[in-house]
Structure formats: structure tokens, C-alpha cells
């Protein structure tokens, strides 16, 4: 039986619930949580609101690449104690999860030198262990050596659904038709790029979340941490 920490790599298609159960196994284990799309989501952030993307989605790619490495994306933990992204130090994390953004991210994240800054400082997190990260590519590309793999699916309906009440909360306008072609629309990009498309990796173990409650997932992941790695997730319901 291994022992120590290790890295949890989470991957899956768009809204599976990969971030929320992320965050519970961080936080019960006492690791630290990284939303690798969080920083896809600032880059094109970045590139929308600074001319790079024109209003029929053409992405100035050359000089994106010039101005990139100039940027700076980090994380915080906010009063309540929520990690939220910073770029260039300002708290963009609100901006980066509207519809506007999800619009675009996907272009953003198939181009290979974007890919390749956002990398650079997903690997940096990973150098003590001890790390939950989220994403698409994470189990293949980023840590394909992590201790523990899982790939979340669930059914489209479930995930538009679930998408769909985190826009209405937020304020923005959204239907459930709108809210599923984003994610369709992304899925099928992610899938199908060149550079680390989304995948399963061979050694990734499948959790499908459409009717598992947060406390239920966590009973199936302790029935593989216990006995495999000797942790256990202590579940709370506050993430
Ligand atoms: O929250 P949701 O699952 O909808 O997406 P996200 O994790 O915020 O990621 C937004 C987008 O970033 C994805 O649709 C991908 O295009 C891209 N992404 C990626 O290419 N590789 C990752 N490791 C993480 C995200």
C-alpha cells in the first residue's frame, strides 16, 4: 500500500461536477485544490476583454502570443475563505464564469502555446504532492504519473441542468438550450483538438455522478483511498 501525499487528477467532460468534487476531497484531505480551467478561462478572459478576439470569435493569435507571457495568473483565498483567480492581481474570478467566456474558452485552450503557459504553472502547483488539480488533460498530459486518476461523466441532461442553475443564480440570462449547444459545443472542441485533447486515461478509474449525491461520491472514493492509499476523505457538506 502506497502512502504519502498524492496527486488526484480529475478529468471529464464540461459540468460533470469535476470542480465541486474536487473541492470536498481537498478539503477533506486537507490538500490543496486547483481548477485548471480557471486558468484557461483568465487567458481568454484576458484575450476578449484586450482586443485579441474579435466579435466573430477570430483570435489574434500572434500578438497574443507576444503579450502572454507577460501575465499573471494566481489564486487568492478570499475573506470566506474561497480560493478566487487573480490576473495581473485583480480578482477576476466573476468575470471568468459568465457566458461570454464560456463562449470562447475553448478556442483559447486548443492552441498549443497557451496550452503550454497554462503548463507550466499547473506543474509548479504539483511539486509537493498533496494537490486535487481539475481539468481535461490532467490524468494525460499534465500529471500522467498522478497516483490517482478518475474521469467524471454524467448525462447531458443532468449537466445542462446543473450549468444552468449556476448561471440563473449568477444573475445571467440563460436556457436550458443555450446553456446544453455550450456545452456540446465545447465537449466536441476539447475532444477533438490536437494538442492534449480530452480523454480518458487508460489508468483512469470512471465515477458517473447523474444521481450520486456529494456524500455518495465521496463513499466511492474512500472504498478506493482506504485500502489503495491508506487516506481517508472526512466529508463535510460546506466545500
Ligand atoms: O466548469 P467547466 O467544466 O464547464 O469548464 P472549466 O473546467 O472551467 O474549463 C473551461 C474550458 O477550459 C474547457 O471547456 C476547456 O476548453 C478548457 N480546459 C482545458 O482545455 N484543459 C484543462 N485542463 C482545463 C480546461
Not at 500500500?1 to 481537498?26: C, P
Not at 465545447?186 to 486515461?201: E, G, V
Not at 483512469?204 to 478506493?224: R, V
Request: charged letters at 25%.
Amino acid at each position: 500500500m502506497a502512502s504519502g501525499k498524492i496527486i488526484i487528477a480529475i478529468d471529464g467532460y464540461s459540468s460533470t461536477g469535476k470542480s465541486s468534487f474536487a473541492k470536498l476531497v481537498a478539503k477533506g484531505l486537507g490538500y490543496i485544490y486547483a481548477d485548471s480551467g480557471a486558468l484557461y478561462r483568465a487567458v481568454t478572459y484576458f484575450a476578449y476583454t484586450n482586443g485579441f478576439i474579435d466579435d466573430a470569435g477570430n483570435i489574434d493569435k500572434e500578438n497574443l502570443a507576444k503579450v502572454l507571457p507577460r501575465i499573471e495568473i494566481t489564486f487568492r483565498t478570499n475573506k470566506k475563505g474561497d480560493s478566487v483567480t487573480c490576473l495581473n492581481g485583480s480578482n477576476v474570478e466573476k468575470y471568468i464564469r459568465t457566458s461570454t467566456v464560456s463562449a470562447h474558452v475553448s478556442p483559447i485552450a486548443e492552441i498549443p502555446f497557451v496550452r503550454d503557459f497554462v503548463n507550466v504553472m499547473l506543474r509548479r502547483m504539483g511539486q509537493d504532492k498533496g494537490l486535487v488539480m481539475d481539468g481535461r488533460d490532467i490524468g494525460t498530459a499534465v500529471f500522467p504519473n498522478a497516483e490517482l486518476k478518475i474521469f467524471m461523466t454524467a448525462s447531458a441532461k443532468v449537466r445542462a441542468e446543473r450549468r444552468l442553475k449556476e448561471l440563473l443564480a449568477k444573475g445571467e440570462k440563460a436556457t436550458l438550450q443555450s446553456v446544453l449547444e455550450n456545452l456540446n459545443q465545447r465537449d466536441y472542441i476539447d475532444s477533438h483538438r490536437q494538442k492534449d485533447p480530452l480523454t480518458k486515461a487508460k489508468d483512469a478509474i470512471e465515477l458517473d455522478n447523474s444521481c450520486m449525491t456529494f456524500e455518495e461520491e465521496i463513499e466511492w472514493l474512500n472504498n478506493i483511498l482506504v485500502p489503495n492509499f491508506n487516506l481517508k476523505v472526512e466529508y463535510s457538506k460546506e466545500a
